[in-house]
């Protein structure tokens, strides 16, 4: 087999990975989107914050040490305890529904109604008072997250790559359990919202506000169960990423990357933002392998938005979207 | 009656307070965005340092001093919002720590008469002093950094990396190519073959450099990073098991931000240097007792010694140093922004100076001139322990291959001066 298509073969392996990782990202967007109507801008700042907050639980950091040292003139850093990550991630979790219910409570009940834009211009509000609150709670400073996920290459995939093609492919294990867990959260969110009561609620708000609450679902309490749900999806993307590159401030313009995944795959669809994910993964690695070293490289960022853009030429829905029709 | 007791006390306070000249310097930082945590500990270095000639020495030459911190959050258009909001105030000289804001500073501080100091980076040609006036960039630039780079790679080499394959993993951005024309020049001088891989803003994603690396095994991988692309890019090169020894950063790819995050896997990664890396010099101790213990640090305190608060406060040392070369050529201590250009353009910095500043070895002894903005580029390599948490400085300094760089230079510079209509003069 000619050595380029073997590449070739190990580009696409690696864009899928990397793909389920754009979608994971994605699937927090999604989530409110569908259940509020709500593009949520600060969904790439929820990641950081939840990986900040992880990081701060494990390692027991005293929130606002800095603040509370510069005004009483203590020196406190550290409650002096390192958790375990399951409970690190519990506490989180804890944590990212009390501020889906601040949230909800704060902002959003006070919005009902509202046209779209008011609601967007919101969450911009938010993504940047969350920005500037994470910084204040848990420092600025770049956080090591260790919650003992693999990482480095799969020998096994190596060996037996070498052993069939002359050439072992690099496929990183964090990419691998990334993928494990995505499966696990994505068929988890489908089975949660085609078959618990909660989940039925859920689609019914999504599908008209209205009609839902005259059969008596609490809208208050469906999004906050959303806002929660997508807090803990942030917090998934926040540790796979985070694990990658370190807790800091640059894990909130993953977002950037969840952008065309969602123009590809639809805002309103949960397979959509896998599939999305994946198209996108695939057809930025598989360009930049094949088209980028003729045209200087770093060609990533700028093909999957046109990517995105083609697809929404014939289907402005993305892929997988509802079809909206209004009639005048 | 009010307004009686109002003017009263106005009028008191004029009179009791004595008319305090003031040394001012602005600080250009960014402590939010995307490069924040980077920018902290420079930030806190470099206004840190201000604060201990103030507590400890009341100023510089007897002037009190003041420091506008002005937040660019690494924005071009900021940063020149802040230029444009401190101008007024007297500065005496500019540090906008980033080559988009120098550009663009560059024309505006020549019309002003104001000096601007970019220390390890912003417009390399800078370096001639006959073109750009107000401009400096001493003691390293990017060429000298390329070079040192390369020199460092023949040492390890005796002498011949002929045939080798160098691969240049760079910001997509104009710091991140500043390197490309000077790694160009010499590949044809000692025969390497070479390899550009750009990486997009921010730089989280890099799978495709990565497997290209591992596909085509270059010899060496030259980095030119800032912010999450060099964590990102030291890990992916644990991953594919790239020798980490071959693996060598600038001095922007080189802090303890960098390499942390791939824990002991980490340990042999080089960065290069052009100051020391590590705490131990007396004037901490200084730092310690009059700045920090005392409750004046500009940040929390536990960046002290770190390799971007070192570099923060050695650029802080070196614009007082010429302020206070200034202050003795003007005979005055109260200098104006003309004066403070003549002191930056007879700064010398001699070993026997650092030493009396706390600060022996901690950089190279270099003088600037009306010819030579840039000094004698001298620069070191560093490599990263992380079973000790440190780094190490494991060569001398050395000064680059100026055969190869002036020329570039005078390119760069002649065409700056044809384009502004600019005659070389050092009157």
Same mark, same amino acid.
């Given at each position: 087999m000619p050595d380029q298509l073997v590449y070739a073969m190990e580009v696409f392996l690696n864009g899928l990975m990397a793909g389920v990782l754009y979608a994971l990202v994605a699937l927090g967007f999604v989530l409110i989107y569908k259940a509020?109507?709500? &593009?949520?801008?600060?969904q790439g700042v929820m990641a950081l914050f939840a990986a900040m907050t992880l990081v701060g639980v494990m390692e027991g950091q005293v929130p606002f040490s800095h603040l509370i040292n510069a005004v009483l003139g203590t020196k406190v850093h550290h409650f002096g305890w390192h958790l375990p990550a399951l409970i690190g991630i519990v506490s989180t979790v804890v944590i990212m529904v009390v501020l889906a219910w601040l949230v909800q409570r704060i902002i959003f009940k006070h919005l009902v109604g509202q046209e779209p834009i008011i609601l967007f211009m919101a969450t911009i509000g938010l993504a940047y008072f969350m920005e500037g609150f994470g910084d204040m709670m848990w420092g600025s400073e770049i956080k090591k997250l260790d919650v003992g996920l693999p990482q480095g290459i799969n020998l096994w995939i190596d060996e037996t790559t070498y052993n069939i093609f002359d050439y072992g492919f690099f496929i990183d294990n964090l990419d691998i359990f990334a993928t494990i867990i995505a499966a696990i959260l994505v068929g988890g969110l489908v089975i949660f919202s085609q078959y618990t009561k909660e989940g039925r609620a859920m689609r019914a708000v999504a599908d008209d506000h209205q009609a839902a609450l005259s059969v008596g679902v609490s809208l208050n309490f469906i999004w906050i169960m959303v806002w929660s749900v997508a807090g803990f999806v942030a917090l998934v993307a926040g540790i796979m990423w985070g694990t990658k590159s370190?807790?800091? &401030?640059?894990?909130?313009?993953i977002a950037l990357k969840a952008l065309p995944v969602l123009m590809l795959g639809g805002f309103t669809s949960i397979p959509g933002a896998i599939v999305g994910g994946l198209i996108i993964g695939v057809g930025e690695k598989l360009f930049e392998f094949t088209v980028g070293p003729l045209i200087g490289g770093a060609t990533e960022n700028w093909f999957a938005y046109v990517l995105a853009l083609l697809v929404l030429v014939f289907r402005p829905q993305g892929l997988f979207g509802e079809k909206i029709i209004e009639r005048v | 009656m009010k307004k009686k007791l109002l003017s009263a006390v106005i009028a008191g306070f004029m009179v009791a307070t004595p008319v305090m000249a003031e040394l001012t310097f602005s600080a250009l930082s960014y402590r939010t965005g995307a490069y924040g945590n980077n920018g902290i500990p420079f930030a806190d270095g470099y206004l840190d340092y201000f604060t201990l000639l103030q507590e400890r =020495?009341?100023?510089?030459g007897g002037e009190s001093i003041k420091v506008i911190e002005c937040e660019t959050a690494y924005n071009t258009e900021k940063g020149v919002e802040c230029y444009e909001a401190t101008k007024g105030e007297g500065v005496l000289s500019y540090s906008p720590l980033s080559t988009g804001i120098t550009y663009q500073l560059i024309p505006k501080v020549t019309a002003d008469g104001i000096a601007l100091h970019t220390m390890g980076y912003g417009r390399t040609s800078a370096k001639n002093g006959q073109i750009f006036r107000n401009v400096f960039n001493f003691p390293a630039n990017y060429w000298d950094g390329a070079s040192v780079g390369i020199k460092h790679l023949l040492d390890i080499n005796g002498g011949d990396i002929k045939g080798k394959k160098i691969a240049l993993v760079y910001h997509n951005s104009a710091y991140g190519k500043e390197p490309i024309r000077t790694l160009e020049e010499l590949s044809k001088k000692h025969g390497y073959e070479l390899t550009l891989l750009p990486v997009d803003h921010p730089g989280q994603e890099q799978k495709s450099q990565w497997l290209q690396i591992r596909r085509e095994k270059p010899d060496y991988v030259l980095m030119w990073g800032w912010g999450v692309m060099n964590p990102v890019a030291i890990q992916e090169a644990v991953n594919i098991r790239y020798p980490m020894e071959n693996f060598i950063g600038v001095w922007w790819s080189g802090s303890e931000n960098d390499v942390l995050p791939a824990g002991a896997k980490a340990t042999g990664y080089k960065a290069l240097a @052009?100051? *020391?890396?590590?705490?131990? @010099?007396?004037i901490f101790d200084d730092m310690k007792k009059y700045v920090v213990d005392a409750g004046? *640090? *500009?940040?929390?305190? =536990?960046?002290?010694?770190?390799v971007l608060y070192n570099r923060g406060m050695y650029n802080a040392m070196l614009v007082s140093e010429a302020a206070r070369t200034a202050q003795a050529i003007a005979g005055k201590s109260n200098i104006s922004q003309a004066d403070m250009i003549k002191g930056f353009e007879a700064l010398e910095m001699t070993d026997e100076k650092m030493a009396a500043l706390?600060? *022996?070895? @901690?950089g190279p002894s270099f003088s600037v001139s009306c010819e030579n903005h840039g000094g004698d580029g001298m620069v070191a390599v560093a490599q990263w322990d992380a079973g000790a948490g440190k780094w190490n400085v494991v060569s001398d300094f050395q000064a680059s291959d100026m055969s190869v760089i002036q020329p570039l230079i005078d390119e760069d510079s002649g065409a700056f001066a044809a384009e502004n209509k600019l005659s070389p003069n050092c009157d």
């Open positions: 509020s109507g709500i &593009f949520n801008y600060a370190g807790v800091q &401030f640059s894990l909130s313009l | =020495d009341g100023g510089i @052009f100051h *020391a890396v590590n705490s131990d @010099f007396p004046k *640090a *500009a940040g929390a305190g =536990d960046q002290v010694g770190t706390g600060l *022996a070895g @901690f």
